[in-house]
């Protein structure tokens, strides 16, 4: 199956008062107990930037445990400059991760458009980088 899921911790009232870092952990185990996936990307949002939650941490110590590569997307909506800023650090993330200096450069660049969601913009930069054929670009 060639479908991606899109999957979400399910954040409620009682987690922006007091947390979600292990709501986000769980949600984590649950999608590679799942999907077994190759990688995960993880887009935040403005409440886990409001309540403070760590989610670089909650990465770290999942990808260590289950050593599943996983992208933290350092966005948190409003806080730090919206949607722009979040497809900018997508790609500057893809890009620290995955592009690596070569004397070939045929491969290496970044397409923005602001026209589709950020999750959207992240499978198609991936898809990018992987090399595969997409039509749409």
């Not at 949600?27 to 309540?51: M, T």
């Amino acid at each position: 199956d060639d479908e991606t899921p899109l999957v979400t911790s399910d954040i409620l009232d009682k987690d922006a008062i007091f947390g979600a870092q292990d709501k986000l952990a769980a949600c984590l185990d649950e999608v590679i107990k799942v999907y077994n996936p190759k990688y995960i990307v993880v887009a935040n949002s403005c409440v886990a930037g409001v309540i403070g939650d760590d989610v670089e941490a909650i990465r770290q110590s999942v990808q260590a445990r289950t050593n599943t590569p996983i992208l933290c997307v350092p966005c948190f909506g409003f806080m730090n400059g919206g949607y722009e800023e979040g497809l900018y650090q997508a790609g500057k993330l893809l890009i620290d991760r995955f592009v690596h200096p070569s004397e070939e450069r045929e491969k290496n660049f970044i397409y923005y458009s602001l026209n589709t969601s950020i999750v959207e913009e992240v499978m198609m930069w991936l898809s990018e980088l992987r090399g595969d054929k997409n039509e749409n670009v």
